[in-house]
């Protein structure tokens, strides 16, 4: 009995320890360079802007400077020290990892890309950066995302999609399992391309660390809740 909850601890223990070990690997792989960090710990290091993120005031942030694209429940913004950027804050699911997800999905979403050989749809390049003076664990508040700038046409004005461009974007809307495939998580760049800028709500996002861990239980696991989650999202829509 007494080996049993040795065993059963030590690999709790295990699993915990290679969680935080891949977390922390998964957090240097996806840094930002050097100098935008240091651009970006000058606009962060002030606490108000956390504090406005955290209750998506859009206002306040405006007055600290930066440029508010949506402050729902997550804030979308930019700002003008950080050119070329597009900065995201989750408070949708308070504590869990949609920030995590966007960064690991722009990049699988770019491999499949690569490896298929698509040229009429793009992601951007996804960054994750620790706000300073918030705790390193890797949960949505301690985070942001800062996203390449795409160069997508403004809402509002008429956009023509090449044909290539729509089979391309189905195949990753399908491979990927894109819940939110609506008009706002897709810019149309010129020459008819796609540009996928939401890479949040995939069915194979899963959660945080049991994503990074990337194993058979946890693909199990994802698909599972992954299920669940398309079959609320649609039976709401
Ligand atoms: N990388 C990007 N390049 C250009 N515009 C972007 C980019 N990311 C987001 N946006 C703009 O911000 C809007 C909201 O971003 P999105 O990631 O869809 O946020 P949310 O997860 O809150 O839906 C998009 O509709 C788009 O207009
Ligand atoms: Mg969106």
């Given amino acids: 009995m007494y080996k049993l909850l040795t065993a059963t601890l030590a690999m709790l223990f295990c699993t915990s320890l290679s969680a935080s070990k891949k977390g ?9 360079p050097t100098h935008i960090v240091t651009l970006a710990n000058h606009i962060f290091a002030d606490k108000q802007v956390y504090r406005a993120m955290r209750r998506s005031d859009g206002a306040a942030l405006q007055e600290l400077g930066f440029t508010v694209i949506t402050a729902k429940d997550n804030v ?9 950027f597009i900065i995201k804050f989750g408070n ?8 995590i997800a966007r960064v690991r999905m722009a990049e699988k979403i770019d491999r499949y890309i690569q490896r298929k050989n698509l040229t009429a749809v793009h992601v951007p390049k996804k960054y994750l950066y620790h706000i300073p003076h918030r705790r390193h664990k890797l949960k949505d508040q301690n985070y942001l995302v800062f996203s390449q700038k795409m160069p997508i ?5 008429p956009r023509i999609i090449s044909k290539q461009a729509i089979e391309e974007t189905c195949r990753v809307i399908n491979r990927f399992a894109i ?35 990337d194993n058979p239980l946890t ?6 809740v992954g299920t669940y989650k398309f079959r609320t999202s649609v039976s709401k829509s």
């Fill in 219 to 224: 693909r199990f696991v994802q698909s599972v």
């Fill in 76 to 84: 979308i913004m930019e700002h003008k020290q950080l050119p070329g």
């Fill in 179 to 213: 819940v939110d495939a609506s008009p706002g998580n897709f810019g149309i760049m010129d020459e008819g391309n796609v540009a996928i800028v939401d890479t949040e709500s995939t069915i194979r996002t899963g959660g945080g660390l049991w994503y990074i861990l």
């Fill in 92 to 99: 949708r699911f308070a504590g869990l990892y949609s920030t």
């Fill in 24 to 32: 922390r690997e998964f957090v240097r792989a996806h840094r930002p």
């Fill in 153 to 157: 046409q403004p809402r509002g004005e």
